[in-house]
């Protein structure tokens, strides 16, 4: 079983950000623009000062939400995606928009959303500025709805962190996920349709959680540990583990000619990947498209490994050494 064959091809995606590359280049020097196809865009505001901005939505979860009618980790989970994108480069959030599109407006589900983009925008000290509700049927089925959110940060440029100082051998330092967050989900509601279990269910692996509930636990929001372990410590690059799983995005960063080796045993995964890799997604799958239990990785060489782990448990977090770099 794989991605594709629910739906989603990861190759056309890339290609598909390759080709955007392409039409912005078309554009010469009339259009300012900085590197596509990072974890967030910079635009240089003058004083020796970058905004940072991106954008996403949490994908086809909303599917499950409804099926599960838990739909305040959705709010979670859309500034999450975009919030964790955006401090990879070192920038602190000012402000969150969201966007829902929607056949009606439903008062109560979608208060929910906003309650937990509220509690998010709180953990990662950003405002919520504002937002678009669109009631748009006949586009959206009766009691279909969509989310994006919009994330802006700000940084000093001798601060952004681009990865062009990583080196062979230099270390990968990893944080745990919460679960799948909110990336794979069109192979996800495909396994759970041929495991047929109930989302009601609570399968001894789980550990007496329901299997509604396991999907549905919202993205970590990474954000104050991100910070603080990069002002605390020599932080050479971090990645968000998001669509493509461990290699694709810590590759993201990596100058070229050098790649990761992710240590894949090195780590415990959640039991909810078990599950999955037990309904027919090979290894090969499970690595390409889910982050197997690691949310966020930083790149430091060996000397700085001590005092990032260090920072990282002062804020909190449980840093695990999940691979290197190595030439490609």
Known sequence: MKYSDAGVDIDR????????????????????????????????????????????????KLALAEATGIYRGLGQDLV???????????????????????????????????????DACVESRCALL????AEMPGVYPD???????????????????????????DLLIGLPSSGLHSNGYSLV??????????????????GGETLGEAVMRPTRVYVRAALYAARAAHVKGMAHITGGG????????IPGGMACEIFYDSFERPEIFSLISSAGVDEAEMRRVFNLGIGYVFITDDASSDSLCGALRDAGEMPLFVGRVVRR
């Open 13 to 60: 995606g890339d290609a598909w950000v390759n080709a955007i590359k392409a039409m912005i280049g078309r554009r010469g020097p009339s259009l300012p623009r900085a590197a596509i196809g990072g974890f967030s865009g910079l635009c240089g505001i003058g004083g020796g000062r970058s905004i940072a901005a991106c954008c996403d939505g949490v994908g086809t």
């Open 143 to 169: 009691g279909g709805f969509d989310l994006a959110g919009f994330a802006v940060g700000i940084i000093d440029d001798e601060d952004v962190i681009d990865g062009r100082d990583i080196q062979l051998n």
């Open 246 to 253: 461990l290699e694709a995005n810590v590759n993201r960063v």
């Open 80 to 118: 999450a995606m975009s919030v964790n994108d955006l401090v990879t480069c070192g920038a602190s959030p000012l402000f969150f928009l969201d966007y829902i599109a929607c056949a009606a407006l439903d008062e109560e589900r979608m208060g929910s959303v906003i309650e937990g983009v509220l």
């Open 189 to 206: 509601r495909r396994v759970l349709e041929s495991l047929g279990a109930p989302l009601g269910s609570r399968p001894e692996r789980l």
């Open 130 to 133: 504002g937002g678009e509700t």
